[in-house]
C-alpha cells in the first residue's frame, strides 16, 4: 500500500515532509486538506490529528503527525534508499540531533513568526505587517545566524559535510523569508548564503517550493 501524505499544498510542514519523501525516492499519494475551507477540523480528519493541524501520513494503517517525527520515520524507515538523511554512527548521530535541535529550537521560533506576520497575517486579516516587529524579529534571527555562519565556514553542512534532516528542515521558512518576505539576512552572511543556495538547488525541494501537488511523487 502506497504511503498517504494529508497536507495543505502551502504549508511548510507538509513541505518538508514531501521533501524527505522525494530525497528518499518513496512513492507517495497526496490527498490536499483545504485549510482554508477549514478541512483540517472536520471529525474525520480529526480523528486521524487530533489538533486539527497539517499534515499526517497513513503508512499502511500506521499513522503519525508532526512534521518532524514523519520526516524521521521516513529517513529511518527507508535508510537503504536515496540520500542518507540520518547518520548511524553514534558521534555523527549525536551532532545531527544537536543541528536538528537547533533548527527546531533557534531558528524555527523567530522565522515561523517572521513568516506569519509578515506573510500571513496580512493575508488573513488585511492588515498590513508591522515592519518595525519584522526588522526586530530579523535582528534575532541575524543575531542566530552568526553563529551558523561560523559552523558553516568550518563544514559543507550543519552537522558535518553530509546533508541531513537538519539541513533541509530550513528550507520552507528560508524559502519564504528569502524570496517573498525581503530580508537579506541571508545574503548577509557569506557561509549561511552558500549553504541555503546548495540546498535550495536540490531537486527534492525544486519539486515543492511551490506547493505540494497530487503529481509531485
Known sequence: MVLTLYGYTRSTCTQRVAMTLLEKGVPFKFVLVDLLKGEQKAPAYMEKQPFGQVPYIDDDGFILYESRPIARYIAEKYAGQGEPLIPTELK?????????????FNYNPIASKAVFDKLVKPQLTGIPPDQTQFDTLMTELGTKLNVYDQILAKQKYLAGDQVTL????????????????????????PNVLRWLNELRARPSWQAVKDGVVAGTA
Open 92 to 104: 555523527a548521530k549525536a551532532l545531527f540531533e544537536q543541528a536538528f535541535s537547533i533548527e527546531n
Open 166 to 189: 537538519a539541513d533541509l528542515s530550513h528550507l520552507p521558512y528560508a524559502e519564504l523569508l528569502h524570496g517573498k518576505a525581503g530580508t537579506k539576512v541571508f545574503e548577509e552572511r
